[in-house]
Protein backbone atom coordinates (compact mmCIF):
# COMPACT_ATOMS: atom_id res chain seq x y z
CA UNK A 1 0.00 0.00 0.00
CA UNK A 2 2.93 2.00 0.70
CA UNK A 3 1.55 4.09 3.59
CA UNK A 4 3.54 5.25 6.63
CA UNK A 5 2.37 3.14 9.15
CA UNK A 6 3.17 4.28 13.17
CA UNK A 7 2.14 2.27 15.82
CA UNK A 8 2.62 2.40 19.75
CA UNK A 9 3.98 -0.18 22.12
CA UNK A 10 4.92 -1.95 18.57
CA UNK A 11 7.53 -4.26 20.63
CA UNK A 12 5.45 -6.81 21.51
CA UNK A 13 1.76 -8.38 21.41
CA UNK A 14 -0.62 -6.95 18.94
CA UNK A 15 1.51 -3.78 18.09
CA UNK A 16 4.58 -6.37 16.81
CA UNK A 17 1.88 -8.49 14.81
CA UNK A 18 0.28 -5.00 13.51
CA UNK A 19 3.75 -4.07 12.67
CA UNK A 20 4.56 -7.23 10.16
CA UNK A 21 0.95 -6.89 8.64
CA UNK A 22 1.23 -3.77 7.56
CA UNK A 23 4.64 -4.48 6.33
CA UNK A 24 3.48 -7.41 4.46
CA UNK A 25 1.07 -5.82 2.72
CA UNK A 26 4.02 -2.90 1.47
CA UNK A 27 3.64 -0.63 3.96
CA UNK A 28 6.07 1.54 5.58
CA UNK A 29 6.21 1.11 9.46
CA UNK A 30 7.65 3.16 12.28
CA UNK A 31 7.85 1.37 15.47
CA UNK A 32 7.39 3.14 18.97
CA UNK A 33 8.01 1.26 21.52
CA UNK A 34 9.95 1.70 25.24
CA UNK A 35 12.39 -0.58 24.76
CA UNK A 36 12.83 -2.57 21.57
CA UNK A 37 12.44 -6.53 21.56
CA UNK A 38 14.20 -9.27 19.59
CA UNK A 39 11.34 -9.47 17.42
CA UNK A 40 10.71 -6.14 16.70
CA UNK A 41 14.52 -6.30 16.07
CA UNK A 42 14.90 -8.85 13.41
CA UNK A 43 11.64 -7.39 11.78
CA UNK A 44 13.46 -4.17 11.42
CA UNK A 45 16.52 -5.87 9.81
CA UNK A 46 14.89 -6.96 6.95
CA UNK A 47 12.09 -4.59 6.38
CA UNK A 48 10.94 -0.55 6.16
CA UNK A 49 10.90 -0.66 9.86
CA UNK A 50 12.21 1.93 11.45
CA UNK A 51 12.55 1.28 15.73
CA UNK A 52 12.05 4.57 17.62
CA UNK A 53 12.64 3.55 21.39
CA UNK A 54 12.04 5.96 24.90
CA UNK A 55 8.46 6.15 23.64
CA UNK A 56 6.53 6.23 26.88
CA UNK A 57 3.04 7.61 25.68
CA UNK A 58 2.37 8.17 29.45
CA UNK A 59 5.29 10.77 29.88
CA UNK A 60 5.44 13.95 28.91
CA UNK A 61 8.95 12.92 27.72
CA UNK A 62 7.82 10.09 25.90
CA UNK A 63 5.45 12.44 23.65
CA UNK A 64 8.41 15.02 23.24
CA UNK A 65 10.26 12.10 22.23
CA UNK A 66 7.54 11.19 19.57
CA UNK A 67 6.90 14.53 17.77
CA UNK A 68 11.06 15.22 17.45
CA UNK A 69 11.27 11.41 15.83
CA UNK A 70 8.46 12.47 13.87
CA UNK A 71 9.03 15.75 12.83
CA UNK A 72 8.43 16.55 8.93
CA UNK A 73 7.20 12.93 8.69
CA UNK A 74 3.55 12.60 7.20
CA UNK A 75 1.91 9.88 8.75
CA UNK A 76 -0.66 7.89 6.98
CA UNK A 77 -1.68 4.96 9.61
CA UNK A 78 -1.47 6.04 13.39
CA UNK A 79 -2.19 2.77 15.49
CA UNK A 80 -2.60 3.88 19.12
CA UNK A 81 -2.15 0.18 20.23
CA UNK A 82 -0.27 0.30 23.87
CA UNK A 83 -2.04 -0.29 26.81
CA UNK A 84 -1.81 -2.29 29.94
CA UNK A 85 -4.36 -4.25 32.08
CA UNK A 86 -4.74 -4.51 35.99
CA UNK A 87 -7.34 -5.34 38.24
CA UNK A 88 -9.59 -4.09 41.07
CA UNK A 89 -12.91 -4.76 42.84
CA UNK A 90 -14.73 -3.86 45.70
CA UNK A 91 -12.54 -5.90 48.11
CA UNK A 92 -9.03 -5.39 46.92
CA UNK A 93 -9.58 -1.67 45.91
CA UNK A 94 -6.66 0.27 44.57
CA UNK A 95 -6.72 3.76 43.28
CA UNK A 96 -3.05 3.91 42.11
CA UNK A 97 -3.78 0.75 39.26
CA UNK A 98 -7.14 2.72 38.26
CA UNK A 99 -5.01 5.59 37.95
CA UNK A 100 -2.38 4.39 36.05
CA UNK A 101 -4.68 2.37 33.76
CA UNK A 102 -6.17 5.62 32.99
CA UNK A 103 -2.91 7.69 31.87
CA UNK A 104 -1.67 4.86 29.72
CA UNK A 105 -4.93 3.34 28.29
CA UNK A 106 -7.32 7.07 27.65
CA UNK A 107 -4.80 9.77 28.52
CA UNK A 108 -1.73 8.58 26.03
CA UNK A 109 -4.00 7.73 23.14
CA UNK A 110 -5.50 11.34 22.77
CA UNK A 111 -2.28 12.58 23.69
CA UNK A 112 -0.48 10.99 21.04
CA UNK A 113 -3.00 11.85 17.79
CA UNK A 114 -2.71 15.75 19.66
CA UNK A 115 0.59 15.54 19.55
CA UNK A 116 0.70 13.89 15.81
CA UNK A 117 -2.05 15.91 14.73
CA UNK A 118 0.21 18.42 12.22
CA UNK A 119 2.01 15.26 10.69
CA UNK A 120 -1.76 14.06 9.46
CA UNK A 121 -3.10 14.83 6.61
CA UNK A 122 -6.34 14.50 4.37
CA UNK A 123 -6.50 11.01 3.61
CA UNK A 124 -4.64 9.87 6.64
CA UNK A 125 -6.67 7.50 9.67
CA UNK A 126 -6.10 6.90 12.86
CA UNK A 127 -6.99 3.15 14.62
CA UNK A 128 -7.49 3.27 18.57
CA UNK A 129 -6.52 0.30 19.65
CA UNK A 130 -9.81 -0.48 22.68
CA UNK A 131 -11.51 -3.05 24.32
CA UNK A 132 -15.19 -3.73 24.74
CA UNK A 133 -14.41 -3.81 28.25
CA UNK A 134 -14.89 -0.22 28.02
CA UNK A 135 -18.57 -0.77 26.52
CA UNK A 136 -21.39 0.23 29.27
CA UNK A 137 -24.02 -2.04 27.35
CA UNK A 138 -21.86 -4.73 27.46
CA UNK A 139 -20.83 -4.95 30.84
CA UNK A 140 -22.55 -8.02 32.37
CA UNK A 141 -19.62 -9.26 34.55
CA UNK A 142 -19.06 -5.99 36.83
CA UNK A 143 -15.33 -5.44 38.14
CA UNK A 144 -12.17 -4.53 36.27
CA UNK A 145 -12.83 -0.96 37.76
CA UNK A 146 -9.63 1.17 36.07
CA UNK A 147 -9.49 -0.92 32.73
CA UNK A 148 -13.12 -0.50 31.89
CA UNK A 149 -13.05 3.07 32.96
CA UNK A 150 -9.99 3.61 30.94
CA UNK A 151 -11.35 2.36 27.98
CA UNK A 152 -14.70 3.77 28.06
CA UNK A 153 -12.93 7.57 28.46
CA UNK A 154 -10.65 6.28 25.29
CA UNK A 155 -13.73 5.51 23.81
CA UNK A 156 -15.50 8.83 24.20
CA UNK A 157 -12.41 10.39 23.19
CA UNK A 158 -12.35 8.75 20.26
CA UNK A 159 -15.36 10.17 18.76
CA UNK A 160 -14.52 13.23 19.75
CA UNK A 161 -11.20 13.02 17.67
CA UNK A 162 -13.48 11.65 14.65
CA UNK A 163 -15.50 15.00 15.10
CA UNK A 164 -12.81 16.96 15.22
CA UNK A 165 -11.00 16.10 12.86
CA UNK A 166 -14.06 15.11 10.08
CA UNK A 167 -13.11 18.90 8.35
CA UNK A 168 -9.57 17.54 7.73
CA UNK A 169 -10.48 14.34 6.00
CA UNK A 170 -9.18 12.36 8.72
CA UNK A 171 -10.68 8.86 9.54
CA UNK A 172 -10.82 7.18 13.48
CA UNK A 173 -11.65 4.12 13.97
CA UNK A 174 -12.32 2.19 17.47
CA UNK A 175 -11.40 -1.56 17.46
CA UNK A 176 -11.85 -3.64 19.52
CA UNK A 177 -8.55 -6.97 18.98
CA UNK A 178 -11.24 -9.49 20.23
CA UNK A 179 -9.58 -11.60 23.06
CA UNK A 180 -5.85 -12.68 22.37
CA UNK A 181 -3.29 -14.62 22.90
CA UNK A 182 -1.00 -12.24 24.24
CA UNK A 183 1.37 -11.49 27.69
CA UNK A 184 -1.41 -9.25 28.60
CA UNK A 185 -3.96 -12.36 29.36
CA UNK A 186 -1.35 -14.38 29.94
CA UNK A 187 -1.99 -16.18 26.11
CA UNK A 188 -5.08 -17.60 27.04
CA UNK A 189 -7.24 -15.88 24.48
CA UNK A 190 -9.26 -17.60 21.40
CA UNK A 191 -6.93 -15.90 18.38
CA UNK A 192 -3.24 -15.60 17.71
CA UNK A 193 -1.76 -12.23 17.94
CA UNK A 194 -1.40 -12.55 13.98
CA UNK A 195 -5.16 -13.12 13.32
CA UNK A 196 -5.97 -10.53 15.27
CA UNK A 197 -3.44 -8.20 13.62
CA UNK A 198 -4.63 -9.38 9.95
CA UNK A 199 -8.45 -8.23 10.69
CA UNK A 200 -7.21 -4.98 12.04
CA UNK A 201 -5.22 -4.12 9.19
CA UNK A 202 -8.26 -5.10 6.71
CA UNK A 203 -10.86 -3.09 8.91
CA UNK A 204 -8.51 -0.52 9.27
CA UNK A 205 -7.62 -0.61 5.39
CA UNK A 206 -11.59 -0.20 4.62
CA UNK A 207 -12.06 2.79 7.01
CA UNK A 208 -13.87 5.75 5.50
CA UNK A 209 -15.00 8.92 6.65
CA UNK A 210 -18.53 7.95 6.26
CA UNK A 211 -17.87 5.35 8.82
CA UNK A 212 -15.62 7.44 11.12
CA UNK A 213 -16.10 7.18 15.22
CA UNK A 214 -17.19 3.46 14.74
CA UNK A 215 -16.71 1.55 17.38
CA UNK A 216 -16.00 -2.88 15.94
CA UNK A 217 -14.73 -5.92 16.55
CA UNK A 218 -12.15 -7.10 14.81
CA UNK A 219 -13.97 -9.42 13.44
CA UNK A 220 -16.26 -6.61 11.68
CA UNK A 221 -19.04 -6.61 14.26
CA UNK A 222 -20.33 -3.37 15.35
CA UNK A 223 -20.31 -2.57 18.98
CA UNK A 224 -22.44 -1.30 21.53
CA UNK A 225 -21.22 1.65 23.71
P1 LIG B 1 0.66 -6.72 25.64
O1 LIG B 1 0.69 -6.66 27.12
O2 LIG B 1 1.17 -7.93 24.96
O3 LIG B 1 1.42 -5.46 25.01
C1 LIG B 1 1.16 -4.18 25.51
C2 LIG B 1 2.03 -3.21 24.75
O4 LIG B 1 1.76 -1.90 25.26
C3 LIG B 1 3.53 -3.47 24.94
O5 LIG B 1 4.21 -3.16 23.76
C4 LIG B 1 3.89 -2.47 26.03
O6 LIG B 1 5.24 -2.07 26.03
C5 LIG B 1 3.01 -1.31 25.59
N1 LIG B 1 2.89 -0.32 26.67
C6 LIG B 1 2.31 -0.45 27.88
N2 LIG B 1 2.44 0.69 28.58
C7 LIG B 1 3.12 1.57 27.78
C8 LIG B 1 3.55 2.90 27.94
N3 LIG B 1 3.35 3.59 29.06
N4 LIG B 1 4.22 3.48 26.90
C9 LIG B 1 4.45 2.80 25.75
N5 LIG B 1 4.08 1.53 25.56
C10 LIG B 1 3.41 0.92 26.57
O7 LIG B 1 -0.86 -6.45 25.27
P2 LIG B 1 -1.70 -6.64 23.92
O8 LIG B 1 -0.79 -6.67 22.76
O9 LIG B 1 -2.65 -7.73 24.15
O10 LIG B 1 -2.55 -5.28 23.95
C11 LIG B 1 -2.52 -4.31 22.92
C12 LIG B 1 -3.78 -3.48 23.02
O11 LIG B 1 -4.92 -4.32 22.83
C13 LIG B 1 -3.97 -2.81 24.38
O12 LIG B 1 -4.47 -1.49 24.20
C14 LIG B 1 -5.03 -3.68 25.06
O13 LIG B 1 -5.79 -2.99 26.02
C15 LIG B 1 -5.87 -4.09 23.85
N6 LIG B 1 -6.66 -5.30 24.09
C16 LIG B 1 -6.07 -6.53 24.19
C17 LIG B 1 -6.87 -7.66 24.38
C18 LIG B 1 -6.29 -9.04 24.47
O14 LIG B 1 -7.08 -10.00 24.60
N7 LIG B 1 -5.00 -9.23 24.41
C19 LIG B 1 -8.33 -7.55 24.50
C20 LIG B 1 -8.83 -6.20 24.39
C21 LIG B 1 -8.03 -5.14 24.17
P3 LIG B 1 6.33 -2.64 27.12
O15 LIG B 1 6.87 -3.91 26.52
O16 LIG B 1 7.33 -1.55 27.20
O17 LIG B 1 5.59 -2.88 28.40
Given at each position: ?????????????????????????????????????????????????????????????????????????????????????????????????????????????????HALQTNLVSGS??????????????NTSGGRYGYRM????????????????????????????????????????????????????????????????????????????
Amino acid sequence: MNNLVVITGANRGIGLALSQQFLAQGDKVVALCRKTSTELTQLAATNELKIVENIDVATAQGIDNLTTALSGVQVDVLVCNAGILRDESLTDFNTETIREQFEVNALAPLSVAHALQTNLVSGSKIAMITSRMGSIEDNTSGGRYGYRMSKAALNIASVSLAKDLEGSGIAVGIYHPGYVQTDMVNYGGDISSNECAGKLVSLINSLTMAESGVFKHSNGSLLPW
